[in-house]
């Protein structure tokens, strides 16, 4: 059964295979590790059997989130783990006291755009060739918790 946890240094070097696995410029291992001394940080895992399926991660600053990175292994999609990751960060950063949550995606990442609407954000802006491999613009979104 899938619980989510939050991210400790025994989930380092998962999340950091899945970041290689699922992005082109993905974050080092060392980048991850170091979320786990930053007080702006709150990251989550998944783990389904004892192993790293998904996860996400944000920081915040004076009451607002940004998420930084969620990722489900290509064998997990679809199934409802990226809902529970990003449901499961709201609350808990609500819980926090911070009051909103603001994300970019792809502008190509329907799937994903999808999810987000399901969820209640909305866009409020556009970054031109945020992304690089490939270049593509990103889609600012927002939701209040």
């Known amino acids: 059964?899938?619980?989510?946890?939050?991210?400790?240094?025994?989930?380092?070097?998962?999340?950091?295979?899945?970041?290689?696995?699922?992005?082109?410029?993905?974050?080092?291992?060392?980048?991850?590790?170091?979320?786990?001394?930053?007080?702006?940080?709150?990251?989550?895992?998944?783990?389904?059997?004892?192993?790293?399926?998904?996860?996400?991660?944000?920081?915040s600053v004076l009451g607002e989130s940004d998420m930084m990175n969620v990722a489900v292994h290509p064998d997990c999609r679809r199934k409802g783990v990226a809902r529970a990751l990003i449901e499961a960060l709201s609350e808990g950063l609500k819980q926090r006291g911070n009051v909103c949550l603001t994300l970019e995606v792809r502008a190509s990442n329907a799937p994903a755009i999808a999810l987000y609407d399901k969820l209640g954000f909305t866009q409020v802006g556009r970054r031109p060739n945020y992304y690089r491999n490939p270049k593509e613009d990103a889609l600012i979104l927002r939701k209040a918790l």
């Open 1 to 59: 059964m899938m619980e989510i946890v939050e991210l400790n240094s025994d989930h380092v070097a998962s999340v950091a295979a899945l970041e290689k696995l699922c992005f082109s410029d993905p974050w080092s291992e060392n980048s991850i590790a170091y979320e786990l001394t930053s007080r702006l940080s709150y990251w989550l895992v998944a783990v389904d059997d004892g192993e790293v399926v998904g996860y996400i991660g944000s920081q």
